[in-house]
Structure formats: structure tokens, C-alpha cells
Nanobody
Framework: QVQLVESGGGLVQPGGSLRLSCAAS????????MGWYRQTPGKQRELVAQ???????NYADSVKGRFTISRDNAKNAVYLQMNSLKPEDTAVYYC??????????????WGQGTAVTVSS
């Protein structure tokens, strides 16, 4: 089994910053893509940012220039630095990891979500 644990959400004023962290643990042989998604009530979960094991990144247009995704392969961790936050960034943020287990099976795992609220 693989577990993803997120941290770092909270309440922040518009224009502020937050840093989300996510660490994966368990039966992990390797992790390919790690990412952050977000979801608001009544809407589908949407991609925020992704990063491959080699460091290639992909961002949603709405966060380009404001958010930065990074990862620490040694720690099986992924981070999301969020700057210049806007009220429309308010959502529950989920991390994901495409994991190959020691039994050579591949799955996408999800964290439990961490809430980010941008409000004055």
C-alpha cells in the first residue's frame, strides 16, 4: 500500500502565499509523475501542476507565473509554492502520484486533500 499525506493548507489573504507539501510512503519502487489538483464544490477536480521524475513541469494557465511545483525524489515528496493568491484559488488541493510498486504494478494514488481559503 501507498499513502500520500498533504500539509500546508489554511486561510490566507489575497496576495499572500502558501506552501503545500505532500509525502508518499509505503511500497514504492519509483514515482513517475507527481501533481497537484484542486476541486471546489460542484466542479470537477482540475489539474493545477505536474512534475515528472526528471523535473519537467506543466501548469494550468490560471496559475502560471504564480505557482511553482517542485519535488524531492529522495523523500518521495512534492511541493506547491503558491504566491499572489486570489480568491478564485480557494479549493481543496489534492496531491497525486503515479507509483510503480515493488511488485511492478503501477497505480495513481491520491492524498486526502488540504483546504486552501483565500479571503480577506
Amino acid at each position: 500500500q501507498v499513502q500520500l499525506v498533504e500539509s500546508g493548507g489554511g486561510l490566507v489573504q489575497p496576495g499572500g502565499s502558501l506552501r503545500l507539501s505532500c509525502a508518499a510512503s509505503g511500497s514504492i519502487f519509483s514515482i513517475n509523475v507527481m501533481g497537484w489538483y484542486r476541486q471546489t464544490p460542484g466542479k470537477q477536480r482540475e489539474l493545477v501542476a505536474q512534475i515528472t521524475s526528471l523535473g519537467s513541469t506543466n501548469y494550468a494557465d490560471s496559475v502560471k507565473g504564480r505557482f511553482t511545483i517542485s519535488r524531492d525524489n529522495a523523500k518521495n515528496a512534492v511541493y506547491l509554492q503558491m504566491n499572489s493568491l486570489k480568491p478564485e484559488d480557494t479549493a481543496v488541493y489534492y496531491c497525486s502520484a503515479d507509483v510503480e510498486t515493488f511488485s511492478k504494478r503501477s497505480f495513481t494514488y491520491w492524498g486526502q486533500g488540504t483546504a486552501v481559503t483565500v479571503s480577506s
